[in-house]
């Protein structure tokens, strides 16, 4: 006899176990449209790069910028409190494994400085680029009013997990309807994974989402926590939450799923998942344009209490324009992202982002594998 349940299971997947069906139509990889939007801010590459200190720095973000794409530099790390970052991140990327997560502990002790912030929102507006800057939601109130007297272009909320409701015992805290009201710049809202916590987010008014929680190169929080979802399906459910407030409001909220990437064959699954956009950080720490010099680590990695991210050696495999654009010299897929989403898109008969949002998507555990035994017998050597 069946006895009654407890609790009953929702079947998940990653980026791993789908795979996108060709259409039956094809398209010139050069004819379709890859361009992002966030309010009225335009983007030739729907690329961002993550609110990490290895990855984004004033100068990375010149760079991304020029190529087109969006970096978000963290406001709560080694950039805001230290005037010669450099050396910081020279001591990080030279001390031994065993001995890097107190170092980080001991660095990121010490406190923000506001004058940076609004130094270095300047430095970036400066050379050109949009700026796009990150604080958590505990500094919100703190940090906006800094952030919009310096200029910022985009302001980023960002958490492990943001949900727009949060019981505490502080007499009121963040809320974001509230920042929309008075930030004059667009607002993203990070990180969810459920459709019911992306919707509530859109109603308060924000601008655009970040999807994944754990799911990055240099993150332990599933580890160390169990909590989150894989970003097929995290995807997904925030897109079926997107397109029903579109309904509901007609207004569009950016959807950017963050983490999890390892080629551009994932960064496609991503958009035909619904994501608009994509944010990276291993990837991106691996240009040598990348402040972190080879290393990648986690705005949790540091916590004081509960670390949730080690460092991890990514290495340089090249410049960011060879990351974006190619020529490749690898055959993994990690090389010439532009041109792995512009093929895919044409294959898949998809002129646009929100055409390939649509394309077909089918559960494929074996995509990776099947066919592949040569290839496997050699990675095994």
């Known amino acids: 006899m069946p006895h009654p349940q407890f609790k009953e299971l929702k079947r998940t997947y990653g980026f791993d176990e789908v795979a996108l069906v060709p259409g039956d139509a094809t398209i010139n990889p050069e004819q379709v ?18 609110a990490m200190d290895a990855v984004v720095d004033p100068a990375f973000a010149l760079a991304l910028g020029k190529f087109g794409g969006l970096a978000v530099l963290n406001l709560e790390g080694v950039q805001t409190r230290y005037e010669n970052a450099g050396a910081i991140l020279e001591e990080l990327a030279a001390t031994p494994a065993n001995s890097v997560t107190p170092l980080m502990q001991k660095i990121y002790s010490q406190p923000i400085k506001e004058n940076l912030i609004g130094e270095r929102i300047q430095q970036i507006k400066e050379s050109g680029a949009v700026c796009a800057a990150s604080v958590t939601p505990s500094n919100t109130k703190r940090f906006a009013p800094i952030c919009a007297e310096a200029g910022i272009d985009i302001f980023v909320v960002q958490s492990t997990v943001t ?14 309807s509230d920042l929309c009201r008075v930030m004059p710049a667009p607002i993203i809202v990070g990180n969810c994974v459920s459709y019911s916590a992306a919707l509530s987010l859109m109603q308060e008014g924000i601008h655009g989402i970040l999807v994944g929680v754990g799911p990055g190169a240099a993150c332990t929080t599933r580890e160390v926590t169990g909590v989150g979802v894989p970003q097929v399906t995290a ?19 950016a959807l950017i799923t963050d983490g999890g990437f390892r080629s551009g064959g994932d960064i496609c699954k991503a958009i035909a998942a619904g994501a608009d956009a994509v944010m990276l950080g291993s990837i991106f720490a691996q240009a040598q344009e990348a402040p972190g010099r080879g290393y990648h680590w986690g705005m949790a990695t540091p916590h004081a209490a509960l670390p949730r991210g080690t460092r991890v050696h990514v290495g340089t495999t ?5 990351i974006l654009f190619g020529p490749s010299s690898v055959t993994g897929g990690t090389q010439n992202l532009v041109g792995a989403l512009r093929t895919s898109m044409g294959m898949c008969g998809a002129r646009s982002i929100r055409e390939m949002q649509r394309v077909e998507m089918v559960i494929a555990p074996s995509i ?14």
Request: proline fraction near 1%; hydrophobic fraction near 30%.
């Open 368 to 381: 990776k594998t099947e066919g592949k035994h040569f290839q496997a017998i050699q990675c095994s050597q």
């Open 163 to 176: 949900t727009s409701r949060h019981i505490s015992r502080s007499y009121k805290g963040l809320s974001f």
């Open 33 to 50: 449209s890859i361009e992002f939007s966030i309010l009225k801010y335009k983007f030739d590459i729907p690329f961002l790069a993550s």
């Open 235 to 253: 995807t997904m459910d925030c897109a079926a939450a997107r397109e029903h407030y579109l309904q509901e409001s007609g207004r569009y909220v």
């Open 318 to 322: 090249g410049t960011l324009e060879q």
